[in-house]
């Protein structure tokens, strides 16, 4: 194994816009490309853009390392001798796919042992641990809304998925987004295969009005076909975390119910 290089990700060096050595991590910085990876790539590739980072975590797919992390990528002005810089696809705003969740993941794990940066969040700009873009300010390039907001609030599932705990699996990835059933949204969170699907899914909003949204939840098998499983009333101006079992499910649907504005969202888990 070569020093500085991700084995999880796909080695595919640039030529131009890095510094040969200089930098000791102990952050991680947490980049949205505001673009695609084909687009963020051809970017660093060009002396023109004076920019770079050591990560770029598609959408979908293994991560792609551009910088070996012993060498200093350009992409936090001020923090490049002491960070290792991950991009995102996708713009500010969007929530990370189950698949970069994985990807990151991996990548903070063996740098993790590779440099000693410890498993953590950090809001410092002087700490270690898992940091973003916008924390640094001008100093660090002056980026306020890098990567933005639902990509910082994925760093405690990336670290608890860095650390071994739960880690979204392929099914995950057609669960992600939002599901409009509010003010706000629900998130779906993971999706646990086996014999029996565990579905699982965090709802984060503000209740308008006096009526809690009540949610029908239906699952699909190949045997039954789709079948309401349960109701689910929220509670008001809540954050909170529900899931079900059921066995045989291969599909889920989710339902506001009720009020003639039924708004409804449905994915495969296979």
């Given at each position: 194994?070569?020093?500085?290089?991700?084995?999880?990700?796909?080695?595919?060096p640039?030529?131009?816009?890095?510094t040969?050595?200089?930098?000791?991590?102990r952050?991680?910085?947490l980049?949205?490309m505001a673009g695609?990876?084909?687009?963020?790539?051809?970017?660093f590739?060009n002396?023109?853009?004076?920019?770079?980072a050591?990560?770029?975590i598609p959408?979908n797919?293994?991560?792609?390392?551009?910088v070996?992390?012993?060498?200093?990528?350009?992409?936090?002005?001020g923090?490049n001798?002491?960070?290792?810089?991950?991009?995102?696809e996708?713009?500010s705003?969007?929530?990370?796919?189950a698949s970069?969740?994985?990807?990151?993941?991996?990548?903070?794990?063996?740098?993790?042992?590779?440099?000693?940066?410890?498993?953590?969040?950090?809001n410092?700009t002087?700490?270690?641990?898992?940091a973003?873009h916008?924390?640094?300010?001008?100093?660090?390039?002056g980026h306020?809304a890098?990567p933005g907001?639902?990509?910082?609030?994925?760093?405690?599932?990336i670290?608890?998925?860095?650390?071994?705990?739960?880690t979204?699996s392929a099914?995950?990835?057609?669960?992600?987004g939002f599901?409009?059933?509010?003010?706000?949204?629900l998130t779906v969170?993971?999706?646990?295969?086996?014999s029996?699907?565990?579905i699982?899914?965090i709802a984060?909003?503000?209740?308008?009005?006096t009526e809690a949204?009540t949610?029908?939840?239906?699952?699909?098998?190949?045997?039954?076909?789709?079948g309401?499983?349960?109701?689910?009333t929220?509670p008001?101006?809540?954050?909170?975390?529900?899931?079900?079992?059921?066995?045989?499910?291969?599909?889920i649907?989710?339902?506001?119910a009720g009020?003639?504005?039924?708004a409804e969202?449905g994915?495969?888990?296979?």
């Amino acid at each position: 194994m070569t020093a500085g290089r991700c084995p999880s990700a796909r080695w595919a060096p640039i030529s131009v816009n890095y510094t040969p050595g200089g930098c000791t991590p102990r952050l991680w910085i947490l980049h949205i490309m505001a673009g695609t990876m084909a687009g963020t790539d051809a970017w660093f590739r060009n002396p023109a853009s004076q920019v770079s980072a050591h990560f770029g975590i598609p959408k979908n797919g293994q991560a792609r390392q551009w910088v070996n992390t012993h060498d200093t990528a350009w992409h936090a002005a001020g923090a490049n001798p002491y960070a290792i810089g991950i991009e995102c696809e996708g713009q500010s705003g969007d929530s990370l796919t189950a698949s970069q969740i994985r990807e990151i993941a991996a990548i903070l794990a063996w740098s993790a042992a590779e440099h000693g940066i410890p498993l953590q969040i950090t809001n410092n700009t002087g700490g270690r641990g898992l940091a973003y873009h916008a924390l640094g300010g001008a100093a660090w390039g002056g980026h306020p809304a890098c990567p933005g907001a639902p990509v910082i609030a994925a760093r405690p599932a990336i670290i608890e998925s860095a650390q071994g705990g739960p880690t979204p699996s392929a099914e995950d990835d057609d669960m992600q987004g939002f599901l409009r059933t509010g003010p706000k949204a629900l998130t779906v969170i993971s999706i646990k295969g086996g014999s029996a699907k565990e579905i699982q899914f965090i709802a984060d909003y503000t209740l308008q009005g006096t009526e809690a949204p009540t949610l029908r939840i239906a699952a699909h098998s190949a045997a039954a076909g789709w079948g309401e499983v349960t109701h689910l009333t929220l509670p008001a101006n809540a954050k909170a975390r529900h899931h079900f079992t059921h066995g045989d499910v291969n599909g889920i649907s989710i339902r506001r119910a009720g009020q003639g504005d039924d708004a409804e969202v449905g994915w495969n888990l296979v």
